[in-house]
C-alpha cells in the first residue's frame, strides 16, 4: 500500500515537471508509475487480500472457442483455456481413476462442462451414459451431433409419460438384482427409524415379484402386476409396494418385451442419452432404476479381459440417486466406471430425499476430480476456497512514532490465504470454472459445442405399435 502511495507521488510530481523535463521521460515515467499501480492495485488476487468490490478486475473473462478443435485424445481430455490462453488437458488415467464433481449454480457451465467431457469420453471409446432429468435445452443435440460426425452409436431414451415403448428395463437382471432395482425405485431401504417395521412388507413383496419376474422370465413391470393379483391380495399389508408397482406400469417407455437392452451401450460403445423428469414421480422412480441398472451391469462385469471404460454423467443428482447408487459409488470405479455428478451446492447433497447426508457427502463430495463454477451459497464457496490450497501472502504494517523525533516502525508478516478465495468463487463469470484435485488449482474457460441441428427423438421398440394388447395380462 505505501508502495501505491510512493508511485502515485511519484505520478504526480513527473506531470508538475512536464514543462521542464523532456516529455519522453514524463512519459516514460508516467507509463511506469502507471504499470506498477496496476500491479499493486488493491484486490489483485494474485498478489494479496481480495476486495469483493474489485475482484471483477482480477477474474479472468470467458474466452469464446470451439473446443472441438482443441480435442486432442493424445494429450488428455481437453477441459478448457486457461487465463493465459493456452488449452488445459487433464490426464486419461486421472479422469478414469476418479469421480468428477460440477458444482455451480444455474446457467454457469455445469452441463456445458460434462457434455466436453463425455464427449472426449465416446470419441476415446468408451460407453456414455447421460442421465438428463432437466430436459437440457442444448446438450442431446451437441452430442447426437458429435456421434454423428465421428460415426458413433447414438440412442435417446425418453422415459416421460406418453413416451413410446422403448426401454427393456429388466432385459437380463436375475432375480436379486430386481429386487434391488425394486427396492432402490421404491425407495424400500431400511432406514433405521419407525417405518422399518412396515417397509419389511413391502420388501418381501418385492422379493417375491423379483422372484416370479426371474422364473418366469416376465420383464413387463405391467405383466408382473396382473400376473400377480392373487399375490397382492395375500401381502394386503404391503400397501405401498403394490402401489408403486402400478405406478411403473403406467409409463408405457418400458411396456415392451422387444425394448432397448442396457447391456449393448457397454457392448457397442457411443453414447445413451435418458431424458427423464424432476417432476414426474413415477418417472423419477423409473430413471433412479435405470441409474442403478447400469451400475449393476457394470458391476458384473468380469475383470479379464479389461473391460470397456464407461462414463456416466449423473445432472442434477438429486433426482436420480438412491441408497444403492450411491453405495455403488465407491464399488464402480475399480470396475472401469467413472461417474461425472452435477449440482448446484452443497447443500443439494443434504437434499437428496430420504437419503442419508452424510452418505451423499462422502460419496460425491469426495469426488477426487472437482470443477466448482460461481456459487451462491457461502457455505460453498468456502469449501472450493479449502480445497484450492493456501498462499502465503506479504503484510506490512506500521506502528505510529513514540515521539515527534522518532520514525514510525515498519513491520513485515507473512500470512496465508486461499490460492482461489470466496470472494472469487461468489464472482466467477459464467462460463469459467476452477478445476481442484488435478495439481494446483486451475481456473479455466469452456465454450459450448455446437448445438445446431435436428434434435434426437426416442427410437420406438418393435412392439410399441401393437399396444398393450399385444402382451396380455395373464400369461
Ligand atoms: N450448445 C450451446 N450453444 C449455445 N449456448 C449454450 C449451449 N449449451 C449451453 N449454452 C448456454 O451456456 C450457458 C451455460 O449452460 P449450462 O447448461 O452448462 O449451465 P448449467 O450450469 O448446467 O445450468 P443448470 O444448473 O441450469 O443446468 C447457458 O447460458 C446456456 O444457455
Ligand atoms: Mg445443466
Given at each position: 500500500?505505501?508502495?501505491?502511495?510512493?508511485?502515485?507521488?511519484?505520478?504526480?510530481?513527473?506531470?508538475?515537471?512536464?514543462?521542464?523535463?523532456?516529455?519522453?521521460?514524463?512519459?516514460?515515467?508516467?507509463?511506469?508509475?502507471?504499470?506498477?499501480?496496476?500491479?499493486?492495485?488493491?484486490?489483485?488476487?494474485?498478489?494479496?487480500?481480495?476486495?469483493?468490490?474489485?475482484?471483477?478486475?482480477?477474474?479472468?473473462?470467458?474466452?469464446?472457442h470451439?473446443?472441438?478443435?482443441?480435442?486432442?485424445?493424445?494429450?488428455?481430455?481437453?477441459?478448457?483455456?486457461?487465463?493465459?490462453?493456452?488449452?488445459?488437458?487433464?490426464?486419461?488415467?486421472?479422469?478414469?481413476?476418479?469421480?468428477?464433481?460440477?458444482?455451480?449454480?444455474?446457467?454457469?457451465?455445469?452441463?456445458?462442462?460434462?457434455s466436453?467431457?463425455?464427449?472426449?469420453?465416446?470419441?476415446a471409446?468408451?460407453?456414455?451414459?447421460?442421465?438428463d432429468?432437466?430436459?437440457?435445452?442444448?446438450?442431446?443435440?451437441?452430442?447426437?451431433?458429435?456421434?454423428?460426425?465421428?460415426?458413433?452409436?447414438?440412442?435417446?431414451?425418453?422415459?416421460?409419460?406418453?413416451?413410446?415403448?422403448?426401454?427393456?428395463?429388466?432385459?437380463?437382471?436375475?432375480?436379486?438384482?430386481?429386487?434391488?432395482?425394486?427396492?432402490?425405485?421404491?425407495?424400500?431401504?431400511?432406514?433405521?427409524?419407525m417405518?422399518?417395521?412396515y417397509?419389511?412388507?413391502?420388501?418381501?413383496?418385492?422379493?417375491?415379484?423379483?422372484?416370479?419376474?426371474?422364473?418366469?422370465?416376465?420383464?413387463?413391470?405391467?405383466?408382473?402386476?396382473?400376473?400377480?393379483?392373487?399375490?397382492?391380495?395375500?401381502?394386503?399389508?404391503?400397501?405401498?409396494?403394490?402401489?408403486?408397482?402400478?405406478?411403473?406400469?403406467?409409463?408405457?417407455?418400458?411396456?415392451?418385451?422387444?425394448?432397448?437392452?442396457?447391456?449393448?451401450?457397454?457392448?457397442?460403445?457411443?453414447?445413451?442419452?435418458?431424458?427423464?423428469?424432476?417432476?414426474?414421480?413415477?418417472?423419477?422412480?423409473?430413471?433412479?432404476?435405470?441409474?442403478?441398472?447400469?451400475?449393476?451391469?457394470?458391476?458384473?462385469?468380469?475383470?479379464?479381459?479389461?473391460?470397456?471404460?464407461?462414463?456416466?454423467?449423473?445432472?442434477?443428482?438429486?433426482?436420480?440417486?438412491?441408497?444403492?447408487?450411491?453405495?455403488?459409488?465407491?464399488?464402480?470405479?475399480?470396475?472401469?466406471?467413472?461417474?461425472?455428478?452435477?449440482?448446484?451446492?452443497?447443500?443439494?447433497?443434504?437434499?437428496?430425499?430420504?437419503?442419508?447426508?452424510?452418505?451423499?457427502?462422502?460419496?460425491?463430495?469426495?469426488?477426487?476430480?472437482?470443477?466448482?463454477?460461481?456459487?451462491?451459497?457461502?457455505?460453498?464457496?468456502?469449501?472450493?476456497?479449502?480445497?484450492?490450497?493456501?498462499?502465503?501472502?506479504?503484510?506490512?504494517?506500521?506502528?505510529?512514532?513514540?515521539s515527534?523525533?522518532?520514525?514510525?516502525?515498519?513491520?513485515?508478516?507473512?500470512?496465508?490465504?486461499?490460492?482461489?478465495?470466496?470472494?472469487?468463487?461468489?464472482?466467477?463469470?459464467?462460463?469459467?470454472?476452477?478445476?481442484?484435485?488435478?495439481?494446483?488449482?486451475?481456473?479455466?474457460?469452456?465454450?459450448?459445442?455446437?448445438?445446431?441441428?435436428?434434435?434426437?427423438?426416442?427410437i420406438?421398440?418393435?412392439?410399441?405399435?401393437?399396444g398393450?394388447?399385444?402382451?396380455?395380462?395373464?400369461?
Amino acid at each position: 500500500m505505501r508502495m501505491v502511495w510512493l508511485m502515485s507521488i511519484g505520478l504526480f510530481a513527473s506531470l508538475v515537471a512536464a514543462p521542464i523535463i523532456p516529455p519522453p521521460f514524463t512519459l516514460g515515467g508516467f507509463a511506469l508509475a502507471a504499470i506498477f499501480m496496476k500491479v499493486h492495485r488493491p484486490g489483485t488476487g494474485a498478489l494479496g487480500l481480495t476486495d469483493v468490490r474489485e475482484i471483477h478486475r482480477t477474474l479472468p473473462r470467458p474466452r469464446p472457442h470451439d473446443p472441438r478443435r482443441h480435442f486432442n485424445l493424445k494429450k488428455g481430455v481437453f477441459v478448457g483455456i486457461d487465463a493465459s490462453g493456452r488449452a488445459v488437458y487433464l490426464p486419461w488415467l486421472r479422469l478414469r481413476k476418479s469421480h468428477v464433481d460440477l458444482v455451480g449454480i444455474t446457467g454457469m457451465g455445469k452441463s456445458v462442462a460434462a457434455s466436453i467431457l463425455v464427449a472426449q469420453c465416446a470419441m476415446a471409446g468408451e460407453a456414455v451414459c447421460v442421465f438428463d432429468p432437466k430436459d437440457d435445452q442444448f446438450m442431446a443435440t451437441a452430442l447426437f451431433n458429435i456421434a454423428k460426425d465421428k460415426g458413433l452409436p447414438f440412442r435417446l431414451l425418453d422415459l416421460r409419460p406418453g413416451a413410446p415403448a422403448q426401454l427393456g428395463l429388466f432385459e437380463g437382471a436375475e432375480a436379486n438384482e430386481i429386487e434391488e432395482l425394486l427396492v432402490a425405485g421404491f425407495d424400500l431401504t431400511e432406514k433405521g427409524d419407525m417405518a422399518d417395521v412396515y417397509r419389511l412388507d413391502d420388501r418381501r413383496a418385492a422379493a417375491l415379484t423379483a422372484r416370479y419376474m426371474a422364473e418366469n422370465r416376465v420383464l413387463n413391470a405391467r405383466q408382473a402386476f396382473a400376473a400377480l393379483a392373487p399375490e397382492r391380495k395375500k401381502h394386503k399389508d404391503a400397501r405401498k409396494f403394490w402401489a408403486d408397482l402400478e405406478e411403473l406400469t403406467g409409463l408405457a417407455c418400458i411396456d415392451t418385451r422387444t425394448g432397448y437392452d442396457l447391456r449393448r451401450l457397454l457392448e457397442d460403445g457411443g453414447i445413451l442419452y435418458v431424458l427423464g423428469s424432476t417432476r414426474y414421480a413415477r418417472t423419477v422412480k423409473l430413471q433412479k432404476m435405470l441409474c442403478l441398472r447400469l451400475m449393476q451391469i457394470v458391476e458384473r462385469r468380469p475383470r479379464t479381459p479389461a473391460p470397456r471404460h464407461c462414463a456416466v454423467f449423473l445432472d442434477e443428482i438429486k433426482y436420480l440417486l438412491s441408497a444403492e447408487v450411491v453405495r455403488a459409488f465407491g464399488t464402480v470405479r475399480d470396475k472401469s466406471c467413472h461417474i461425472i455428478a452435477a449440482h448446484q451446492s452443497l447443500g443439494d447433497l443434504r437434499d437428496c430425499g430420504n437419503l442419508d447426508p452424510v452418505a451423499v457427502e462422502g460419496a460425491i463430495g469426495n469426488a477426487g476430480i472437482k470443477c466448482v463454477y460461481r456459487v451462491n451459497s457461502p457455505e460453498t464457496a468456502q469449501w472450493g476456497a479449502r480445497l484450492s490450497g493456501q498462499v502465503i501472502i506479504g503484510r506490512e504494517s506500521f506502528e505510529p512514532a513514540r515521539s515527534w523525533l522518532g520514525r514510525p516502525r515498519r513491520t513485515w508478516s507473512e500470512a496465508q490465504r486461499p490460492y482461489i478465495d470466496e470472494n472469487m468463487f461468489l464472482a466467477l463469470p459464467p462460463m469459467v470454472g476452477v478445476w481442484l484435485g488435478e495439481g494446483i488449482a486451475k481456473t479455466v474457460s469452456l465454450a459450448p459445442l455446437p448445438a445446431k441441428g435436428e434434435r434426437p427423438h426416442p427410437i420406438p421398440a418393435e412392439d410399441a405399435a401393437l399396444g398393450p394388447e399385444a402382451f396380455p395380462d395373464s400369461i
